[in-house]
């Protein structure tokens, strides 16, 4: 079985600034990685996805984030944020050829004029 | 393709009424999943199935949900009879399992309200 920790809750960061969110899994498999973004009163949007090949990906919106197999990490990033990117973002897991996807308990990324 | 399609986006119900949530998969997808977001405990997965077979019903909470997938077009989550505790947002999703490709695309979601 997999699992996901999101150890921030809540994300606060002035527009422009960078920020990072934080992102570990736990597997006995090897695994694919996900990040979603929710915006309020929507569904869940795949912001980018790691299969295979190389650890740095880059996904929608100036979003990048990079796979870290020694340490279980995914964490997300993204060099200068906006209003618009407020929302809540999901890491997610599955095993490498499956399709059933564990979610962490998301983090609340807030941007700040 | 008009993405993933759920209906009703909002219910209010009293406690114990029957409730069902229905969703429309992306056509040609071959999984389809429902989710409950709540506050306290985040998304859970309840249910998928592949090529219209429940595979994994181990997160229904109780032998009061029950899902269906009649065909590859249409699901149905039922809540017989409702509780307050049910209260949330369930998600739809449907995705193509075959070719390394395991993007899930979520429909908009039914915000369910118990009273």
């Known amino acids: 079985a997999q699992s996901v920790t999101q150890l921030d809750s809540q994300v606060p960061v002035f527009e422009e600034a960078p920020v990072e969110l934080r992102c570990n899994y736990s597997?006995?498999?090897?695994?694919?990685l996900f990040w979603y973004v929710q915006y309020p009163n929507q569904g869940l949007q795949l912001l980018l996805k790691?299969?295979?090949?190389?650890?740095l990906v880059k996904g929608i919106n100036g979003f990048e984030a990079e796979f870290n197999k020694s340490q279980t990490s995914f964490h997300l990033r993204k060099p200068s944020v906006h209003i618009s990117d407020t929302a809540e973002y999901f890491c997610?897991?599955?095993?490498?050829?499956?399709?059933?996807?564990?979610f962490g308990t998301g983090t609340q990324l807030k941007v700040e004029l | 393709d008009a993405g993933v399609i759920q209906s009703p986006r909002h219910e209010v119900t009293e406690m114990g009424q029957e409730v069902t949530l229905r969703c429309k998969p992306i056509?040609?997808?071959?999984?389809l999943f429902w989710y409950r977001q709540t506050m306290m405990r985040g998304l859970e997965l309840l249910i998928y199935?592949?090529?219209?077979?429940?595979?994994?019903d181990s997160g229904m909470p109780e032998d009061r949900f029950s899902a269906k997938m009649p065909n590859a077009s249409f699901s149905t989550l039922k809540i017989q009879p409702s509780e307050p505790r049910d209260s949330a947002v369930y998600f739809c999703?449907?995705?193509?399992?075959?070719?390394?490709?395991?993007?899930?695309?979520f429909g908009q979601g039914t915000r369910l309200t118990v009273v």
């Open positions: 999703a449907s995705s193509f399992q075959g070719g390394g490709n395991t993007e899930a695309f």
């Open positions: 597997s006995s498999v090897s695994v694919y």
């Open positions: 790691y299969l295979s090949g190389s650890t």
């Open positions: 997610a897991v599955s095993e490498t050829g499956g399709n059933k996807l564990t």
């Open positions: 056509s040609g997808h071959n999984s």
């Open positions: 199935f592949n090529n219209n077979v429940p595979i994994d």
